[in-house]
C-alpha cells in the first residue's frame, strides 16, 4: 500500500511553481522576472484534472492520430449540444462546430457575420477580444459604456447605438473584467432588440461555468426561439479546466443557415484551421467526467474571491467588490491618484507583484482607473502577493 499523501485539492501542493516558470506564458510565470507574481492572464497554476490526462494519454497510446471531422468528433458536438440543451438553448450537434479555442471560435463568428462598412456593438470595458475580431472582420466598432461601479447596461444606451449599418451585438456573459454576471432582464433587453432591428448576437460565455455568488447564469440563446436563431454562442475550456494548452473551444449557431456560414468562415472545409481530434477528446473527458472538479475548483476560487476582494478594498484609494462571476478581481485604484499603467508599473517593480492594467487597449476606455488581477491560484501563493501590495501601498 502506497502511504504517500495525494496533496489536497488545490492547495499550494498542487502549484509546481518550477513547472509554471518553464510552461506558463502569456504574461504569466515563463514571462515575467523569478520573484515576480504574476496574477495576470486569466489561466489557472492548478494541473488539469486527473480524469483528463487519462483519457488524453489512452487516446494517444492507441497510436492513430489523422484527421479528424471537419465540424468536429460527433461525440464532442454531442456534449456541447447536451450542455447548452441543460441551460435551456435549443441546440443538436450538427449546430457545434470544435475550434482551436474560444479566441478562434469568436474569430469565425465575426467574420461569419461582418463585412466591411458593417457596425458592431459591444460593451465598454470588455475583453478586446471582441472588438478585435469584430474590427478583422472589416466592421466598425461602437461602444456601449456600462454603468460606473456597478458593470450594469444602462436603459436606453445600447438602442442608441443601432443604426442601418448595424449587424451585431457582441456580449460577454460572465463579463471580463468586471466579473459581473448579465441579468436576466439586461439579456431580454438585448434579445428585444435584437429581433426588433434583425441583428445577431454573438456571445462569448467562455466564463460561464465559473459562478461565484448569487446571480444564476443565463445564456441569452435560451430566451426563446427567435432569440435562439439569432444567437452565435462562443466557449471553450480553458477557463474552467485549464486547456489554454489544447486550444480548444466551440461555436454553437441556432440556425443551420448560421451554422454553414460560421464553418465556411472558419477554414475548416479546408483545413487551414480546425480543433485537434486530441484536444477534443480532453474537452470531451472534462465534459464528462470532472463535473466534481469543478465543483471543487469553485468552492476553492469563492474563497480566493473573498480573500483577495477583502484585503484589496481595504487598502488606501482602492474600492474592489468582489465578482460575480470569472476569476478576475477589478479593483477602481482611481483615489489612489495614479494611473492604472502607473500603479501596475509600480506594483510589477517594487512589489513585484504583476497585474493587467486598465488600458484601453486591452479592455477599452471604460477600464480606465482599474487594474485587474487573475486569484485562480492556491491560497499561499494569492497571501503572499497580497501582502506584497499591502506592503506597497503602506509605503508609497
Known amino acids: 500500500m502506497n502511504s504517500k499523501k495525494s496533496p489536497a485539492r488545490f492547495s499550494s501542493d498542487e502549484v509546481n511553481r518550477p513547472l509554471l516558470r518553464q510552461r506558463a506564458f502569456n504574461l504569466r510565470w515563463a514571462e515575467v522576472d523569478s520573484d515576480v507574481i504574476p496574477l495576470t492572464a486569466a489561466d489557472p497554476d492548478f494541473p488539469v484534472a486527473p480524469q483528463i490526462i487519462e ?209 465556411e468562415a472558419s477554414g475548416a472545409p479546408r483545413t487551414t484551421f480546425g480543433a485537434s481530434v486530441v484536444s477534443q477528446v480532453a474537452a470531451q473527458a472534462a465534459m464528462r467526467e470532472c463535473q466534481q472538479w469543478r465543483v471543487g475548483f469553485l468552492h476553492h476560487l469563492r474563497k480566493m474571491s473573498q480573500i483577495g476582494a477583502s484585503r484589496l478594498d481595504a487598502l488606501d484609494g482602492f474600492r474592489c467588490p468582489e465578482p460575480e462571476g470569472t476569476y478576475l478581481l477589478f479593483p477602481d485604484i482611481r483615489a489612489t491618484g495614479m494611473s492604472a499603467t502607473e500603479l501596475a508599473g509600480q506594483l510589477e517593480t517594487k512589489a513585484r507583484v504583476a497585474v493587467v492594467p486598465g488600458e484601453e487597449r486591452w479592455f477599452g476606455a471604460g477600464a480606465m482607473g482599474h487594474i485587474r488581477l487573475s486569484f485562480a491560484t492556491s491560497e499561499e501563493i494569492l497571501d503572499e502577493a497580497l501582502t506584497r501590495i499591502e506592503r506597497w501601498s503602506e509605503t508609497r
Open 55 to 263: 483519457a488524453v494519454t489512452s487516446y494517444v497510446s492507441d497510436g492513430l492520430l489523422g484527421y479528424g471531422p471537419t465540424r468536429g468528433l460527433v461525440e464532442f458536438r454531442e456534449g456541447v449540444s447536451s450542455m447548452l440543451e441543460e441551460r435551456g438553448v435549443p441546440s443538436h450537434p450538427d449546430q457545434v462546430l470544435a475550434t482551436d479555442g474560444a479566441a478562434s471560435a469568436l474569430w469565425a463568428a465575426c467574420r461569419a457575420v461582418l463585412s466591411p462598412g458593417d457596425e458592431a456593438i459591444t460593451f465598454d470595458p470588455v475583453d478586446f477580444l471582441l472588438p478585435h475580431c469584430s474590427e478583422q472582420a472589416g466592421a466598425e466598432v461602437l461602444r456601449c459604456p456600462l454603468e460606473p461601479g456597478t458593470g450594469a447596461l444602462p436603459d436606453g444606451v445600447l438602442e442608441q447605438r443601432i443604426g442601418p449599418r448595424t449587424r451585431a451585438i457582441l456580449i460577454c456573459n460572465p463579463h471580463n473584467p468586471t466579473g459581473r454576471v448579465l441579468r436576466r432582464e439586461e439579456l431580454q433587453r438585448i434579445a428585444s432588440l435584437a429581433v426588433k432591428h434583425d441583428l445577431v448576437i454573438i456571445s462569448d460565455e467562455v466564463w460561464s461555468d465559473i459562478i461565484l455568488g448569487d446571480v444564476p447564469m443565463v445564456s441569452i440563446g435560451s430566451l426563446g426561439d427567435e432569440v435562439a436563431r439569432r444567437t452565435i454562442t462562443v466557449s471553450g475550456f480553458s477557463k474552467t479546466y485549464g486547456l489554454a494548452g489544447f486550444r480548444i473551444g466551440f461555436v454553437h449557431c441556432g440556425s443551420n443557415t448560421l451554422a454553414e456560414q460560421v464553418l
